[in-house]
């Protein structure tokens, strides 16, 4: 599949490369195929690039980057939509933004990815967290990316 993206240029990738986020993203409800890229090795950055829609792409971040003790509480029902099995591997990851004090991280509503099924869930996190924390001036590396 060929998608050329406003920030990235020309991409191609098998749709064994997607993951699929049946409900959308909030604000983004008609964008459910998306594809994770990293666009250097060792980038603490990951891009979720839409392949319906060319000019989307959010910046994401596992949150215990920034945020050690970070944690996820969720109602059991939204595993249900991941198929998770006990042995498939998931991970977390939350967008990135910034604000006019620096960084700030989306902890309210994660994304929660099987990697296995690659199916994905924006969920809403039950643990008091902002939906922009604040994590401190935007760091030299993250400035050309964010």
């Given at each position: 599949?060929?998608?050329?993206?406003s920030?990235?240029?020309?991409?191609?990738?098998?749709?064994?490369?997607?993951?699929?986020?049946?409900?959308?993203?909030?604000?983004?409800?008609?964008?459910?195929?998306?594809?994770?890229?990293?666009?250097?090795?060792?980038?603490?950055?990951?891009?979720?690039?839409?392949?319906?829609?060319?000019?989307?792409?959010?910046?994401?971040?596992?949150?215990?980057?920034?945020?050690p003790e970070?944690?996820?509480?969720?109602?059991?029902?939204?595993?249900?939509?991941?198929?998770?099995?006990?042995?498939?591997?998931?991970?977390?990851?939350?967008?990135?933004?910034?604000?006019?004090?620096?960084?700030?991280?989306?902890?309210?509503?994660?994304?929660?990815?099987?990697?296995?099924?690659?199916?994905?869930?924006?969920?809403?996190?039950?643990?008091?967290?902002?939906?922009?924390?604040?994590?401190?001036?935007?760091?030299?590396?993250?400035q050309r990316?964010?």
């Amino acid at each position: 599949m060929d998608i050329n993206t406003s920030r990235f240029g020309a991409l191609q990738f098998s749709m064994a490369e997607t993951v699929c986020f049946p409900a959308g993203l909030i604000g983004l409800e008609d964008c459910r195929n998306w594809v994770l890229l990293s666009p250097r090795p060792g980038d603490r950055v990951i891009w979720v690039q839409s392949t319906q829609q060319a000019e989307i792409a959010l910046p994401l971040v596992d949150p215990r980057t920034f945020v050690p003790e970070f944690t996820l509480q969720l109602e059991p029902s939204d595993w249900a939509p991941l198929g998770k099995r006990e042995t498939d591997l998931v991970q977390v990851l939350v967008t990135m933004g910034r604000k006019e004090t620096g960084l700030a991280l989306n902890l309210l509503a994660p994304l929660v990815i099987n990697c296995e099924r690659r199916i994905g869930r924006q969920v809403v996190n039950l643990d008091d967290w902002a939906v922009d924390h604040p994590v401190g001036a935007l760091p030299a590396a993250l400035q050309r990316t964010a």
